[in-house]
């Protein structure tokens, strides 16, 4: 649960240069924010299918922004740096 509310936390932090980023791909902030809410309520609840499902789509929406952002490689076990970076 603690990374639920942590996924939440650091998207509405992003959200505005995600949504920016993301427009031309059918990006919808309420939906993506609504995910991360559902999310947190099937940990919660301890309901493994719809975690499951809902976390498949807030990694396709996450690794499309690291991609906007030139982040080789989406990855949630280690940091890189931008490949815009020095």
């Known amino acids: 649960m603690a990374t639920a509310a942590e996924g939440m936390a650091y998207t509405r932090v992003v959200l505005p240069d ?7 791909q059918g990006f ?14 099937a940990v919660a609840e301890a309901d493994a299918d719809e975690a499951k499902r809902l976390s498949a789509e807030l990694v396709q929406w996450n690794c499309a922004y690291q991609r906007a952002l030139a982040i080789r490689e989406c990855t949630s076990s280690a940091d890189e740096v931008s490949a815009k970076a020095p």
């Open 18 to 24: 995600m949504s920016e980023k993301l427009k031309g």
């Open 28 to 41: 919808d902030e309420a939906a993506h924010l609504q995910a991360w809410q559902g999310y947190g309520e």
